[in-house]
């Protein structure tokens, strides 16, 4: 098995409007079973998923924790708008998002765009990978899967590395329950999550400040079997109960 891994090169800054299918179209060749992984950044831009900060006020709320942080209230205010609940006020904020994601800053991003504004993280990432692979598959012919990634941090570890924020076109986990291992054992827990791989390599591939490569293809992958249950619901996720028996806010709204 090769699996191969092709930078989407020579797309330009993207701006609202832009046609970001058409312009990875025409960049690269797709054939059946490539993975399509687009930073979240760009397709927000294209979609115009932006905020500029001199039109935002800041609630207390805001002004209080960016007093904390050292972060502009403004910036704060974003953040919050984008979040359903907050696990973390400081020293960072960490909220879920509506669609499920949980990330530090709401994964609002002020990097990789004109001064004086915020990215927001588009707020259907599993919308915006049907929309993206229905779009690349009509202009190829290929039938494909797409990844939308965001760089995030991780718990327990330093470093940051590729997430999946939405998928399409295969399964997030692929599922080895019931599968044996070389010593004929049952495997009883293992779920992998592919999407969070592929995304993680792919983020590898296109850099984090001016490499100016948001869009990478895998190819050659295997396809898998599994399940879309990526995020632990509720009552599953020891570290989300932790962390809010630890540091008890107040609710957002
Ligand atoms: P995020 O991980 O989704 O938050 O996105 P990043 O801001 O880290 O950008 C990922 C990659 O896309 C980096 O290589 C950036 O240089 C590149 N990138 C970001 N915006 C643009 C753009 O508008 N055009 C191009 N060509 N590359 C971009
Ligand atoms: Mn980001
Ligand atoms: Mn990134």
Not at 131 to 137: I, N, T, V
Not at 210 to 220: D, E, L, M, Q, S
């Amino acid at each position: 098995m090769t699996i191969t891994v092709h930078p989407v090169i020579g797309l330009p800054l993207i701006r609202p409007g832009d046609d970001l299918p058409g312009l990875i179209a025409a960049r690269i060749d797709l054939f059946d079973g490539d993975i399509l992984c687009i930073a979240s950044s760009v397709w927000s831009k294209a979609k115009g998923y932006l905020r500029r900060l001199d039109e935002i006020t800041p609630s207390e709320r805001a002004q209080a924790i960016a007093g904390r942080t050292g972060e502009d209230p403004r910036f704060i205010q974003a953040v919050l708008d984008e979040s359903e609940e907050l696990l973390l006020e400081y020293p960072f904020v960490l909220s879920v998002l509506p669609h499920g994601h949980i990330g530090v800053r709401a994964g609002v991003d002020q990097s990789n765009v004109d001064g004086g504004q915020v990215i927001l993280l588009p707020p259907d990432p599993m919308g915006a990978a049907g929309e993206l692979r229905a779009s690349l598959e009509a202009l190829s012919g290929a039938r494909i899967g797409v990844i939308v990634t965001d760089t995030c941090g991780r718990a327990f570890r330093r470093g940051q590395t590729g997430h999946a924020i939405g998928w399409s076109g295969l399964t997030a986990i692929r599922d080895f329950r019931g599968d044996t291992d070389l010593f004929g054992h049952t495997l009883q827990i293992t779920e992998e999550a592919v999407v969070d791989e592929c995304a993680g390599f792919a983020n590898l591939v296109m850099g984090e400040s001016n490499n100016g490569v948001p869009a990478v293809v895998i190819r050659g992958l295997p396809a898998w079997t599994g399940h879309d249950d990526l995020y632990w619901h509720e009552g599953e996720d020891l570290i989300r109960e932790a962390l809010c028996a630890r540091y008890p806010l107040e609710p957002l709204r």
